[in-house]
């Protein structure tokens, strides 16, 4: 192979790159950063599961509908907490791989060097997080809307999957970040962060018949992931107004305001080579 | 800073200290560099070239000490960012992206618009001789390849100083080759400072203007190639290569000669090799020209010298001699 040696010189002036007029660093992250989750396959693959997933809960739950075993609308309510819940948990893999990946792959130096700030790689990375919920999102209209339709709860149910969905993501997948941060290994983020979603998701899932005292509602009310899908049930099942039960929104909230703002004042200083040190 | 870009100089490191709790990666270094200098950053593994490449391009924070880049002091990391191009030891590439969108990439977050990102995007792999693969993803690339995308992502910015950590790593002769006509380049053609960290000896001596040596963090030589050499103090011997049958007449000229010693070059019946007495204390220059005198007594005792190789007078003698010194 001969090397090519090109005399052309289409240099940019070195003055002309004092401030370029392009577009900010962290839209340009962002950008790069949904393009390599939709291009590299492992969005398309995490929706592919999702989807699969989400048709096997819809079957089940009309099937069960039709036999009396569960009214339309907790059937509904059923596929929404799924569809939340696992779009959120696609959403915090993608998010936790964010920064430890980015280490383990050797491509975080060529990054930090750039004149993007670490809060702009920051914002990128959560965007093209966000950008999986919002196709899980969009992947389960159609199933909401086969069980939704007949009981007039279609759009309610799709705004408030939406909105409610939207904000245990953001929260989520700013946990997986500063998880991601501060691994050294991809493996232990990715396990951490699921693990994290495991036990925040297993209490919704015990039976309601089981004795439930005031301890059992405080903890769910702290858990953002349960409280949230709670405020699910309350405004589905039971046909609460939007602004009733709003307390079953606070932890959900404060997960974004802390998560968020932890990755403000901390990501500059946990955006580094390596993780717990700053050890080249 | 207006004294620093008066001073011209793209690199002045001022007592560059970095510290992990009681370890020392780098240790009160001190060095300028100036517009077209190749600099070689050597060093035994460990020797904390990568830690200073890193602090150097901001990626890490100083303990102590500070910094210009271009006349931007440590203190501003963006602008420092703006006007350094990095190429890092074992870097990663994004395999399902093409040499273009990956240098397109990196074009956009130095701030440039669109069309103008395609337009160095294309230039640069022009330059580095990938124009023929620039829709091709990187996966598919050799490592040769990748190491020269990799330099044509440091140049994105037209950087004044441009960091070469190892970039001949895992190379094959023909690739260490067109890497290092490309390090000439960047510094002659554009003008750049070039800091190259590698334990490549022979290519230091072949393509760098100065050299800075470290060990366990601390600098213990710099200069230009031949300034390290003299102030190494390497012993120096020659060997020459004489017929067989004119061997004895060699040593007879040899002898004559004040302060050189031969001595035995077990069976090599055609080599004789020699030192000086003592080389303690003489300039490198005066030992040279001690040992070059032994050509001109052998040459004069009609001995035909068929070859003549001096010790002592490479980069990597200097490199083990300082590092030994500073070792013990």
Redesign the interface.
Known sequence: ??????S???????NA???????S?WL??AG?EVQ?LW???RGPLLLFCFSVLLSAVTYLASTNQALNFLERREAVNLLLQFAVAVGVLVTLIVSADGISGERE???L?????????RRGIIAGKLIAALSLWLAAFLVSVPYVWVLARAVGILSKALILGLVVGTIVAIGMASIGLLISAVCNSNKTSLAASAFLLLILFAPTQLPSGLPQGWFFDVLQLANPVASALSYLTTQLVQGAHWTEDLVYLVSPVITVVLAGGALILFGPGIV??RAG???? | MSERLMANSTVEAVNLTKRYGTRTAVDDVSFTTRPGDIVGLLGPNGAGKTTTIRLLTTVLTPTSGQFWIAGHPWTSPDEIRRRVGVLPESGGYPGFQTGQEYLHYHALLYGFTGAKATGIADSLLAEVGLDDRAGSRISGYSRGMRQRLGIARALVNNPAVVFFDEPNLGLDPAGQSQVLEIIRRVAHGRGATVILSTHMLSEVEEVCSRVIILNEGSLVASGTVGDVMRTAEVERAAQLRVPTNLIERARRALSEVPDLVIERTDGRPDVVRISLRTSAGVAADETSERLNAAIVAVAAANVPVLSYEMEGARLTDAFLQMTRRAAS
């Open positions: 192979m001969t090397t090519v040696v090109k052309r010189d289409l240099r940019a002036p070195r790159l004092d401030r370029p007029a392009g577009r660093g340009v992250v790069q390599d291009k590299s396959g792959r050797g491509t130096e060529s990054l930090l060097v750039t004149p993007v700030s580094r080579l040190g700053d050890a080249g």
